[in-house]
C-alpha cells in the first residue's frame, strides 16, 4: 500500500476488520505487506502495519501482488504505478488525477511492458449497490483500477 494518510488508513482498516467477509465472497485472503510512508518512525496510533518508506522494494517484492497507490498527487505516485504496472503487478488507485488522460499516458496505463490495457475508472455504483465493486478493462485486462 502506497501512502497512509485518510484514505490508506479507511482501507487498511477495511482490510482488518472485514477481512473474513471479503475472504469469504472472494476466496481472496488480502494481506498487506508493506505500508509506504513518508517518515517511517513518526508515531502512528493505528494498527500494527509494517510501515517503511522504501517503495521500491514494496514493489519489486514478489510477495507483493497487488499495489495499492493511495498517496495522492502524481509524479511520485506516476512513478510507482509505472513500474508495478512494468513488474505486470495490478494497480489500484484513488487517484483520478493521475487516471486523467495525461499522466495516465504518461505512466503508460494505456500500453505498458508490451501489452495494451486500458484503464478502467468506477463510476457510480454496482447491481449490488456497492461503489466502486468492479473495475475491469475495456480489453478485459484489469490491470488499472480506480475507485
Request: charged share 30%.
Amino acid at each position: 500500500m502506497l501512502g497512509c494518510g485518510v484514505v490508506g488508513t479507511g482501507v487498511a482498516r477495511i482490510l482488518r476488520e472485514e477481512g473474513a467477509l471479503i475472504a469469504a465472497r472472494t476466496g481472496l485472503q488480502l494481506d498487506i505487506a508493506h505500508v509506504i510512508v513518508r517518515d517511517a518512525k513518526k508515531n502512528r496510533a493505528h494498527f500494527d502495519l509494517p510501515f517503511h518508506s522504501d517503495a521500491e522494494k514494496a514493489i519489486d517484492d514478489p510477495k507483493t501482488k497487488i499495489v495499492v497507490e493511495l498517496m495522492g498527487g502524481t509524479d511520485a505516485a506516476a512513478k510507482y504505478v509505472e513500474r508495478a504496472l512494468r513488474l505486470g503487478k495490478p494497480v489500484v488507485t484513488a487517484n483520478k488525477s493521475l487516471l486523467d488522460a495525461d499522466d495516465a499516458a504518461r505512466v503508460g496505463v494505456s500500453r505498458c511492458a508490451g501489452g495494451s490495457p486500458e484503464a478502467g475508472v468506477c463510476r457510480g455504483r454496482s447491481d449490488d449497490g456497492r461503489v466502486g465493486a468492479r473495475c475491469s478493462a475495456e480489453a478485459g485486462d484489469p490491470r488499472v483500477a480506480g475507485v
